[in-house]
């Protein structure tokens, strides 16, 4: 029934939010759109999954663990690659950006294999209330969704760092001369995209399994609510991302589930159409 | 008695983009205290000079020093801790935060104390009264002239020996210049040396110690106010 | 040994075409087709509906070319003034989309099982002994023909233009609406090229399925075009065929030496891919096979000796 439904909706969009809001933040300091979000989303997971079911953590700590190993890795990753491309052309980067995310989906692919994997996690109970199910798993996405989208705003809005970030984002040049490094900016910036990742990581591994192709296939619909918000805003990430996860489940109610993520690209192609700079955004036009 | 270090030295300055140097061998030792003006037509690399300074762009030759303390091959963020406070002439302030976010941002990455934070704090907001109950406002909301006292404001946060300003009067009313150039000589008076960039001369005649001609990125003339009045003629000099 | 020549040749001949297609949309235009092999696939699929169904080998071609082009026209049409990541996103969705609808549509595309015998062009003509040097043939002939027909573009206004929009912005910017509808039109026709690709691959292999086509070919192709350095096509040949024989050679490694299986070595080769175009990307952005290219003389240069063609080094562009 239709209220079930958008719970359910509610519970992806949820999902969504952290993966869309770090692609909105890289998006404006870094002035690219990253490619690869999916890529390190799948690196997340595994992260996780090697410390819950290879050393036996809990997943609490592993889901810890993984975010502060894909923060280390986004840092090496920056340092190694976009540092060296930092003032090139945006089409340049987001090739560059492909690239990374062909490497690091297959890095996993090729020391997991293409199978699926589950978390090591005790079978999660679920709940019934006014004639609507909610299982744990459902929960545990909800809270962690909710504690990174309050971080978020606490950072950009009340500390020192998310100061720096906006200065940065808005004008590297003024940042600079009023004494902010743009590097030391940029490397904190790809720490927090990694922490927002690897929770992220962990939810979707929870409710789909780990696979190579995780993150591949959320790449259109974490795109989706961030271009629906608008590229750049971090309110309308959120606000796109519930909005897509809604529309998404809705939507197998009409059409076969297997094209599920084909609602993304129609949203994406939909929205550009009829407004492209989304909900809260201000749109990019060619130079 | 030894002369104390000149605040800024400019030693051979050339800088350019890609090989056409914009700024030819500028060289200018400037005394702590002064208020020292570089005047010229447009396109004569006045702003460039100042980016130099600023560290925004690299030198193709020559040495920048402020006080004992050499600035060439300084990042800007660097610049700004060893003394120097830079406005630009255009975007100086940062829109989409608020004037207290503008202030704050200003001097929290200096690795100064808290204490010392909130000492620049309170020194700047009462130089700057206009700002103190409107700390919650967005910046992009104020006016030209408001623009223009904020980003001073935030220049100053840092407490630096040396203040360079890149055409502070650019596009303001007569009335708003007066105040500008007003807030200019407070802050001069604090012992804040200035190396100001103006299209306006009469003005930067007015309250200049010493005034440059740059043309075509050569100094052609370097005097005080009243020696310039004396011996040159701005037309003639301007087209030299 | 001649058959596994001809072979590779087709191969790298299907290459060549999706070389020239993404050397267009992106070396020229600056147009990121991150769904390339969507479109690859919906040529394939649409040139073997059409040949199935008895239309003839010339038909399917064309109806590949059409369809791909409206795709590309409709995608670009869509993203028209914004900026790369659009189209990026929308092309990269178009695949993935393609791909769903390949794998589902089971009453269209046969689904996971594919379509098979599909009629090939020709065969009425040459005995069944012969087919492939005479497919390859006609391979070849088609890829220097629309070869020509793409250095002819590049000299006419039309090309003028698009490269001058490439190498300045303010350009651009005062040519305003004409400059979106030339991109479009460079990316329709990059887009028939790629159906054309799609659809001699259809008639090679006469049975395709789904997992034919994976994104290491979007990957390759740009891995060829940029070692060919982009907006160059003589030197994607070059790139082209450098690719193909990179993934010949780890084919043989792989049968030689054991220590990975099939699985682990596509895996290898997309680190392979993406790292390859990382490292270009950061050292050689303007390609390898630039300079040998701009010394050569060619037919097609002007008369004051100067060469037409030259990929600006990226640093170049503002």
């Given at each position: 029934m239709i209220a079930q439904v958008v719970l359910n909706g509610f519970i992806t969009g949820l999902a969504l939010a952290l993966p869309a809001l770090a692609l909105t933040l890289s998006y404006r300091i870094l002035k690219f759109a990253n490619f690869a979000v999916g890529a390190m989303l799948t690196l997340g997971a595994y992260f996780a999954f090697v410390l819950n079911v290879t050393l036996h953590l809990p997943l609490i700590?592993?889901?810890?663990?993984?975010?502060?190993?894909?923060?280390?890795?986004?840092?090496?990753?920056?340092?190694?690659?976009?540092?060296?491309?930092?003032?090139?052309?945006?089409?340049?980067?987001?090739?560059?950006?492909?690239?990374?995310?062909?490497?690091?989906?297959?890095?996993?692919?090729?020391?997991?294999?293409?199978?699926?994997?589950?978390?090591?996690?005790?079978?999660?109970?679920?709940?019934?209330?006014?004639?609507?199910?909610?299982?744990?798993?459902?929960?545990?996405t909800a809270i962690t969704a909710f504690a990174g989208m309050i971080a978020v705003y606490l950072l950009l809005g009340h500390t020192r760092l998310g100061r720096s970030m906006k200065a940065v984002a808005d004008n590297p040049e003024l940042a600079a001369v009023r004494g902010i490094s743009r590097e030391a900016v940029i490397r904190r910036a790809w720490a927090v995209n990694g922490?927002?990742?690897?929770?992220?990581?962990?939810?979707?591994?929870?409710?789909?399994?780990?696979?190579?192709?995780?993150?591949?296939?959320?790449?259109?619909?974490?795109?989706?609510?961030?271009?629906?918000?608008?590229?750049?805003?971090?309110?309308?990430a959120v606000l796109g991302a519930m909005t897509i996860g809604v529309v998404q489940e809705l939507s197998t109610l009409v059409i076969s589930p297997n094209y599920r993520e084909a609602t993304g690209f129609c949203i994406i192609a939909f929205i550009l159409l009829l407004r492209p700079q989304g909900l809260l955004g201000t749109v990019s036009l060619k130079k | 008695?030894?002369?104390?270090?000149?605040?800024?030295?400019?030693?051979?300055?050339?800088?350019?983009?890609?090989?056409?140097?914009?700024?030819?061998?500028?060289?200018?030792?400037?005394?702590?205290?002064?208020?020292?003006?570089?005047?010229?037509?447009?396109?004569?690399?006045?702003?460039?000079?100042?980016?130099?300074?600023?560290?925004?762009?690299?030198?193709?030759?020559?040495?920048?020093?402020?006080?004992?303390?050499?600035?060439?091959?300084?990042?800007?963020?660097?610049?700004?801790?060893?003394?120097?406070?830079?406005?630009?002439q255009e975007f100086n302030i940062f829109?989409?935060?608020?004037?207290?976010?503008?202030?704050?941002?200003?001097?929290?990455?200096?690795?100064?104390?808290?204490?010392?934070?909130?000492?620049?704090?309170?020194?700047?907001?009462?130089?700057?009264?206009?700002?103190?109950?409107?700390?919650?406002?967005?910046?992009?909301?104020l006016s030209g002239g408001e623009r223009q006292l904020l980003a001073f404001a935030c220049a100053m946060m840092s407490g630096p020996k040396l203040l360079l300003l890149d055409e502070p009067s650019a596009g303001l009313s007569p009335i708003?210049?007066?105040?500008?150039?007003?807030?200019?000589?407070?802050?001069?008076?604090?012992?804040?040396?200035?190396?100001?960039?103006?299209?306006?001369?009469?003005?930067?005649?007015?309250?200049?110690t010493r005034v440059m001609v740059l043309v075509a990125g050569a100094v052609r003339v370097l005097a005080s106010p009243t020696e310039f009045g004396a011996k040159y003629d701005l037309h003639k000099v301007y087209l030299s | 040994m001649t058959a596994y020549l001809v072979t590779i040749l087709i191969f790298v001949c299907i290459a060549i075409l999706l070389g020239f297609a993404l050397n267009l949309q992106w070396g020229v235009c600056g147009m990121a087709n991150f769904g390339l092999v969507g479109f690859f696939t919906l040529g394939a699929y649409a040139a073997a509906l059409v040949a199935l169904s008895g239309a003839g080998s010339l038909a399917a071609v064309a109806v590949a070319a059409l369809v791909c082009a409206a795709g590309s026209a409709g995608l670009a049409l869509i993203?028209?003034?914004?900026?790369?990541?659009?189209?990026?996103?929308?092309?990269?969705?178009?695949?993935?989309?393609?791909?769903?609808?390949?794998?589902?549509e089971t009453w269209l595309t046969g689904g996971s099982l594919g379509l098979s015998g599909i009629p090939r062009p020709l065969t009425g003509l040459v005995?069944?002994?012969?087919?492939?040097?005479?497919?390859?043939?006609?391979?070849?002939?088609?890829?220097?023909?629309?070869?020509?027909?793409?250095?002819?573009?590049?000299?006419?206004?039309?090309?003028?233009?698009?490269?001058?929009?490439?190498?300045?912005?303010?350009?651009?910017?005062?040519?305003?609406?004409?400059?979106?509808?030339?991109?479009?039109?460079?990316f329709a026709i990059g887009g028939a090229i790629i159906g054309v690709a799609g659809a001699f691959h259809s008639f090679y292999l006469t049975y395709i399925d789904p997992s034919q086509f994976t994104t290491a070919i979007t990957g390759y192709t740009f891995m060829a075009v940029i070692i060919g350095g982009r907006g160059s096509n003589k030197g994607l040949v070059l790139g082209a065929a450098t690719i193909i024989a990179l993934i010949e050679s780890t084919r043989f490694l792989k049968d030689a030496v054991e220590i990975v299986d099939a699985g682990q070595l596509a895996a290898l080769r997309l680190i392979f891919v993406g790292a390859g175009l990382v490292l270009v990307l950061i050292y050689r952005p303007q390609g390898i096979a630039s300079e040998y290219q701009l010394k050569s003389a060619s037919l097609f240069d002007r008369e004051d000796g100067r060469p037409i063609e030259a990929a600006p080094a990226e640093g170049e562009r503002s």
């Open positions: 700590v592993a889901a810890i663990g993984a975010a502060a190993l894909l923060a280390a890795t986004l840092i090496a990753t920056d340092y190694l690659v976009f540092a060296r491309l930092r003032d090139r052309t945006a089409i340049t980067l987001l090739v560059a950006s492909i690239g990374i995310s062909f490497i690091m989906e297959n890095i996993a692919r090729l020391i997991f294999g293409n199978g699926s994997q589950n978390f090591n996690v005790a079978i999660m109970g679920g709940y019934q209330r006014w004639n609507l199910r909610f299982n744990a798993e459902q929960g545990y922490v927002l990742l690897g929770a992220a990581g962990v939810l979707v591994g929870l409710e789909r399994g780990i696979d190579p192709q995780l993150g591949w296939s959320y790449l259109v619909s974490v795109f989706a609510a961030a271009i629906l918000g608008g590229l750049g805003s971090p309110v309308g | 008695m030894t002369s104390p270090a000149p605040a800024l030295s400019l030693r051979q300055i050339s800088a350019g983009y890609q090989g056409a140097n914009i700024v030819n061998d500028v060289t200018v030792d400037i005394a702590p205290g002064e208020i020292f003006t570089v005047i010229g037509p447009n396109g004569s690399g006045k702003s460039t000079l100042a980016k130099v300074v600023a560290g925004l762009i690299p030198t193709a030759a020559g040495e920048i020093w402020i006080g004992t303390s050499r600035l060439s091959g300084l990042s800007a963020p660097e610049r700004v801790r060893a003394g120097l406070g830079y406005v630009p829109p989409n935060m608020t004037i207290g976010e503008n202030l704050a941002v200003a001097v929290e990455f200096l690795g100064r104390s808290r204490g010392a934070m909130a000492k620049r704090r309170e020194a700047v907001l009462a130089m700057f009264p206009e700002a103190g109950d409107r700390l919650r406002m967005r910046a992009g909301l708003m210049t007066a105040k500008i150039i007003d807030r200019i000589t407070s802050i001069n008076k604090t012992g804040v040396t200035i190396f100001m960039i103006e299209q306006n001369v009469t003005e930067a005649l007015r309250i200049s | 993203s028209l003034r914004l900026s790369d990541e659009y189209l990026a996103i929308l092309t990269l969705g178009f695949g993935q989309v393609i791909g769903l609808v390949a794998l589902s005995p069944e002994a012969n087919y492939e040097p005479v497919f390859l043939l006609l391979l070849i002939v088609s890829v220097a023909a629309i070869y020509v027909v793409l250095e002819l573009l590049q000299r006419s206004p039309f090309g003028r233009v698009l490269r001058a929009i490439r190498d300045d912005d303010v350009v651009a910017a005062t040519l305003g609406k004409n400059v979106a509808a030339m991109r479009v039109k460079a």
